[in-house]
């Protein structure tokens, strides 16, 4: 499955391309409909997106709804000038607002808009029971996305008009609770009367949208960004099916390749040290191993822990590196000398070895979703196991005991990164040490420990690509929860 769009809204830039491939984690495609919208038209539109999603990509595509019920037009305008007052406080606009209760409408505004407006403003002592109302509504929404989380691992939300306000409190909510993690939720909105998409997201509005435009004059809202024509059958150019997915207009294309552009980017590897190398960005699978920076105090000692019985002492904690034995065979650091060593280039196809903002050294490896190469590594269903040499000093013959130095360890899948700081002696060994005889009675080499396993498996109806992280318990203990 491979999908070329054009990213558009505010995702990247308009002439950016993004492809999607059997690797990406295809998320949950969530739909929060509109003002004055029934549950019957909502799933409906509902429908509209799943088919248009399924025609697009090519295979079925998770979807539901998180129905915004209506209570009528001007019930449900003055609640979106409600949330669109909590959205910035500070902006309220009074003058405008003044001019409306004298029937002063400004020019080019709807006229359903200024008597919605005019009802809100006069009837300020009713904000108590529109918070409520919305808070109402939220949790009613809220409980909508988290059932429909359980489809997929990611979410996309796709909201209009109202629904985007929504849309923007949902992602607060379930970022802030720890529900989903920022890289698993997008929003990619349709006539947005929002200031703002949370999260990165993107969004599309029409430059023929009457509505939005009616409150841009009203309040500050996200600029339009495309033409869709307006038609006889939704004259206010505002309609999710009417217009912004209408298969006849301009606009359900320009949905589309928003949405897909969304997915591709909740896929993408966001640290900043991946920021100049697109292999890494795209990479469905990244090792990234490091440790403490270079001490000279502890480079000092390490003479003295050498004459220390029964110690096996890292030379340099900075320099552990990859034990990956996978589907294409094993490869690590340390090999037994002598015998044949697989080329790095045939397990995995990215090298790439960093220094991060803490001076530590950062050694990270990577398999691509396509081969780099003719015939070269990439990506395959099967197990991975993930380990980790660390190079050491010790005496011959004596009991093993490693001394408990920090290191660490990241792996990003699809997009999601986990993080583990650990001291190499809390960690479960493997005991497939490579122990060189060196000098003065002394060896050197690598010991290993184990980090956890990587299970890839592959749909048969659609080709994508499932990866799922098993960290030892040892190492799961460590884990640095990411912010």
Not at 122 to 147: G, V
Not at 159 to 175: D, E
Not at 293 to 317: F, K
């Amino acid at each position: 499955m491979k999908i070329k769009t054009a990213i558009v809204g505010l995702l990247l830039s308009t002439n950016a391309w993004a492809e999607l491939t059997n690797c990406d984690q295809i998320p949950v495609a969530v739909h929060i409909n509109g003002i004055t919208t029934t549950r019957i038209d909502a799933e409906k539109s509902n429908e509209m997106l799943t088919q248009a999603l399924e025609a697009e990509l090519g295979h079925p595509v998770p979807t539901d709804l998180a129905y915004n019920q209506t209570h009528g037009f001007f019930a449900d305008i003055a609640q979106t000038f409600y949330q669109l007052s909590q959205q910035d406080p500070d902006t309220a606009p009074e003058k405008i607002a003044e001019a409306l209760l004298y029937g002063n409408a400004p020019e080019g505004m709807d006229q359903r808009i200024a008597e919605g407006a005019i009802r809100y403003y006069q009837a300020k002592a009713e904000q108590a029971a529109l918070a409520q109302l919305t808070l109402d509504e939220e949790s009613e929404i809220l409980r909508d996305i988290r059932s429909a989380s359980a489809k997929a691992e990611k979410v996309l939300l796709v909201p209009h008009s109202q629904g985007n306000l929504f849309a923007n409190r949902m992602y607060t909510l379930l970022t802030d609770s720890g529900a989903l993690q920022p890289q698993d939720l997008r929003i990619h909105g349709a006539a947005s009367p929002a200031d703002r998409v949370l999260g990165g997201g993107s969004y599309l509005t029409s430059r023929n949208d009457v509505v939005i435009a009616s409150l841009d004059i009203l309040r500050k809202v996200l600029p339009h960004n495309i033409e869709i024509p307006r038609t006889q059958s939704d004259l206010l150019g505002h309609g999710f099916k009417e217009v912004y997915l209408n298969p006849a207009l301009n606009g359900r294309q320009a949905m589309l390749d928003g949405m897909v552009a969304a997915m591709k980017a909740m896929n993408g590897n966001l640290n900043p040290l991946y920021a100049d190398n697109p292999a890494l960005q795209g990479a469905p699978l990244v090792l990234d191993y490091y440790g403490l920076p270079y001490d000279e105090i502890l480079w000092n000692q390490w003479v003295e822990w050498l004459l220390m019985p029964g110690s096996l002492v890292p030379t340099h904690p900075y320099y552990n590196d990859m034990y990956l034995k996978g589907p294409r065979g094993l490869w690590r650091w340390y090999w037994t000398p002598g015998k044949p060593r697989p080329d790095l280039d045939d397990v995995v196809g990215v090298l790439a070895i960093k220094y991060d903002d803490r001076g530590w050294q950062r050694v990270m490896r990577a398999l691509t979703c396509e081969s780099l190469t003719p015939g070269g590594p990439k990506l395959e269903p099967g197990v991975y196991e993930i380990g980790s040499d660390i190079p050491f000093y010790g005496k011959m013959g004596e009991p093993e005991s490693v001394l408990n130095y920090s290191s660490g360890f990241a792996i990003s899948i699809q997009g999601k990164r986990y993080e583990y700081l650990y001291g190499v002696a809390t960690q479960k060994r493997t005991y497939e040490d490579l122990p060189v005889p060196f000098y003065n009675n002394t060896v050197a080499g690598g010991f290993n420990i184990a980090l956890g396993k990587v299970i890839v498996t592959q749909d048969e109806s659609t080709g994508s690509f499932e990866i799922t992280w098993h960290p030892t318990p040892e190492l799961a203990a460590t884990e640095v929860k990411q912010p």
